[in-house]
């Protein structure tokens, strides 16, 4: 016997909870019938009779709903450093102090900080780039 609870939550929405099993239906269950298909079950309504305990004489199937989309994932950055060639710093990509920087100062790098530094650039004190 497959039995499921009928009780509304507050909001009106069900939990559409089943049990399988032999067991006495508790108060604000409902037997569903073994011929029953109940389809895209749980997202549906059912609809019982008034006999004790009630039985499901139909299942209105609802419409599962689309899962959440994958959230935007930020892109790699083109450049792991960007070096200012005025200043001769080495910034991280997303460091704040780059909106301050020239756009004729900037260059886009993806070596090594310490080939950088082996060329006279020194490390930004905000981001400290290692």
Known sequence: MRIIEINALDNGAHNNQTIDGEIPV??????IPED????NFPFGDVVVDNSEPPVVVEWIPGVIPEPDPEPDTEPEPE???ILNTNSKKIHYH??????T???KN????NGSVSDMLAQGYTAC???NPE
């Open 106 to 109: 900037k260059q886009g790098y």
């Open 125 to 127: 004190k905000t981001c």
């Open 94 to 99: 997303n460091c704040s102090s780059i909106s």
């Open 36 to 39: 029953m298909v109940c389809e």
């Open 26 to 31: 508790p108060s604000g269950w409902a037997i």
């Open 79 to 81: 450049y792991k450093y």
């Open 101 to 103: 920087m020239a756009e």
